[in-house]
């Protein structure tokens, strides 16, 4: 009986592993190192072996294993080639043939911000939900969209980049997308940084935050915000504002059921969701009931749970 | 053999009808008035017997007829139901189950320019591929929004309503949804005239406009754009403007195959296209390829063939 998957997620220093049930319980989880040299050429043997290994110490035969599925931390395109992936060294590759033809079992792949967004539709945040949009606010913002329990990679692995969308054509810094006035300018725990960093200058605002703008963090910023600080409230609103506005152009495009935030600065909860609420309720009047939006519940295992997921598809 | 199928566009003034084969020719057009009296409740009765009329006069039996569409101007939820249409006077109606209830062939709905949209995927700008984002530039700006070959309308039916995402929310003006800012106050037909009148207001530049004010019309603010009038080509590139972001947005959401131009304002033709393409791109930065944009094919008629096209399903 196939009752076992593995769920791997990728990451740029280490990837992660997880022996789940099909019915989603994770048994296990472990990380191994990414070996970058040599344009990444050893990640997958390396994924290969520690799933193998696994297998052996938990007397596990292929005959046990439905599959596996992997996000990559890059644009998947639809047929499973990885054109680029700058984080790993690859071009022109296809993780999940390559894995499937060393273990012996299918395996699935897709990029990292949408199968973390599927995991949270299986067990998570989206939990009961088909039509979910997951966005993580961390270093920089990504988005996974799931409509009818299936990931909308698009052609060109666009799908679901919300980080990018322009919400301020009036910005004047640069993006590390090359672009001015994307939402990972605000929004992620760079993003609120940055601009927390820019009222302290812009102003003599009395701040709690003054002097500490050499080591200052997102958790700096919504702390500061929680006990009343004005300025680190500005900082928060500004956040809000433009999360709001980037999550009512998605609901004009495709109407979700839910909207689930991760990520790092997710973890501000309910100061955070009180304020992505307001704007995005000001910007969707369109109809009275809109998109719920829920904190996600999976944290850094969203991977590779949904990459657990794809495995039983 | 079931060879034929009805098409169906309901308006405020009048519904378009069509006789197409399954093929996707079509056969006959014809329109009866919109009856909006008594709530509206007489507008399908009409479209039945209008129908059967036909089926007489080309000698059609119901074992000739696969079924029909029916394209609403309003939001149609995904079980059917038509919670409110203004524009026909209906409350929570199921029109595709009269319909089919009358005719003894099975109904499909859905809103007017998500059928559009099925139209030009199945006959127009958008055939041969499966992932099509349909932008109708008339006297508003509507959308409809098609993923694997299906339309896209959302719980709450706000799926494909471009029209409405705020693109400026700086924007002094209301919206006639009420918001501030949204994409039809700059690239509808009401909208480029709006931006012509207001540049006419706020500057002295020379224009061939001047004193038209009172009968503006969108074809004027074209073409005089085409013969290289500054304010004209102010007003065209600041629609191009907007309408490449709010594209920008869609891509960076779905990632779609093709963006389809319809509506009377699409009739400018090379001029429009070249202003949204130049913005499309500038805010699509993130992949070297992008959506193709290409020019709705089927005018008035798309319609009714999304309808038909419907009907096949």
Redesign the interface.
């Known amino acids: 009986m196939k009752n076992y998957c593995f769920g791997v997620d990728i990451g740029g220093t280490s990837v992660k592993l997880g022996l789940f049930t099909i019915q989603g319980e994770l048994l296990e989880k472990w990380e191994i190192k990414t070996r970058k040299d040599n344009s990444g050429a050893y990640i997958i043997g390396d994924i290969a072996t520690s799933i193998q290994n696994k297998m052996k110490e938990r007397k596990l035969t292929i005959d046990d294993v439905l599959g596996a599925g992997m996000g990559v931390p890059g644009?998947v395109m639809e047929n499973g080639t990885v054109s680029v992936c700058v984080n790993l060294g690859w071009v022109n590759k296809k993780p999940a043939e390559e894995l499937s033809a060393l273990l012996g079992v299918p395996v699935k792949c897709s990029n990292d911000a949408n199968s973390a967004a599927y995991g949270e539709m299986w067990i998570g945040g989206g939990k009961g939900y088909s039509?979910v949009v997951a966005i993580t606010l961390g270093t920089g913002v990504g988005?996974g969209?799931i409509?009818?329990g299936?990931i909308?990679?698009?052609?060109?692995?666009?799908?679901?980049?919300?980080g990018?969308?322009?919400v301020n054509?009036n910005e004047k810094d640069i993006c590390n997308?090359?672009?001015k006035g994307c939402l990972e300018q605000y929004a992620s725990a760079t993003g609120v940084v940055r601009v927390a960093k820019q009222k302290l200058r812009a102003s003599n605002m009395p701040s709690v935050l003054r002097g500490k703008e050499s080591h200052l963090s997102a958790k700096m910023v919504f702390d500061a915000a929680k006990i009343g600080d004005e300025l680190a409230l500005e900082a928060v609103d500004q956040l809000g504002y433009y999360l709001g506005?980037?999550m009512?152009?998605?609901?004009?495009?495709?109407?979700?059921?839910v909207f689930v935030i991760g990520g790092g600065v997710s973890k501000a909860g309910g100061i955070l969701l009180q304020v992505i609420v307001k704007y995005y309720e000001k910007?969707?009047?369109?109809?009275p009931?809109?998109a719920k939006i829920a904190l996600a519940q999976l944290g850094n295992d969203a991977g590779i749970y949904g990459a657990a997921r794809m495995a039983l598809e």
């Open positions: 644009p039509d988005g969209v409509l009818d299936k909308v990679a698009g052609n060109r692995g666009l799908g679901g980049e919300l990018h969308i322009v054509p997308c090359g672009n506005l980037a009512s152009f998605v609901t004009l495009t495709i109407d979700p059921d910007f969707t009047i369109l109809s009931t809109r």
